[in-house]
C-alpha cells in the first residue's frame, strides 16, 4: 500500500486493489450458508485465505512478477497479480459457502476446490513465463487485461466444472 500511495506506483495500487477484491469475494463466500458463526463464517474464511495465500505464494516464489510491479512498476504485472488473487478467490469462496454440518465436511469442500486452485495457478504461471516479459513494456492490453480476463474465466469455468 505504502509504494502504491506514497511513490506512486500505479501498478502496485492495481495489485493491492485485486487483493482487496479478492478477499471480499472469500468473505462474501463465507457469508453464505447456515450454521453458527464460526462454523460458516470465520472458519471457513480462514480457511479460504490460508489457501489464497499458499497459491499467491506460491506465484511469487516461482516468477519475479512482485518485483516486476514493485521495482520496475510494470503496469501488465499488476493487473496480472490482480486477476491471479481474483481468480483464486472464486473457487474459494464456493468452497467457503456452504451449510455448517461439520469440520470434516467443511475440509472436503476445500478439497473439492484444490483441482480449481491448481488450474488457475498452472495458468498463471505459464502466462507469467510466456506472456509475462516477452513483449514491449507498453502491450498493457496483450499482457495484462487479456490474460486477466482469461485467467477469470477460467477459474469461474473449472469452478463450475468440478462443482456439478
Known sequence: IDDGIERNNVSA?????????????????????????????????????????AGIG????????????VVERDFAAGVRFASLAVALSIPLAKASSGDWVSISATWNDFVVA????????????IFERYVGRNQPSRAVWRRGVVPAVFLVGIAAGATIALNR
Open 13 to 53: 495500487r492495481i495489485a493491492v486493489c485485486g487483493l482487496w477484491i479478492a478477499i471480499t469475494i472469500c468473505a462474501i463466500g463465507a457469508n453464505i450458508g447456515d450454521g453458527d458463526f464460526v462454523g460458516t463464517t470465520f472458519a471457513p474464511l480462514a480457511l479460504a485465505l490460508a489457501f489464497m495465500l
Open 114 to 125: 484444490v483441482p480449481a486452485l491448481a488450474v488457475v495457478l498452472i495458468i498463471a504461471l
Open 58 to 69: 506460491i506465484y511469487a516464489a516461482v516468477t519475479r512478477s512482485l518485483a516486476h510491479i
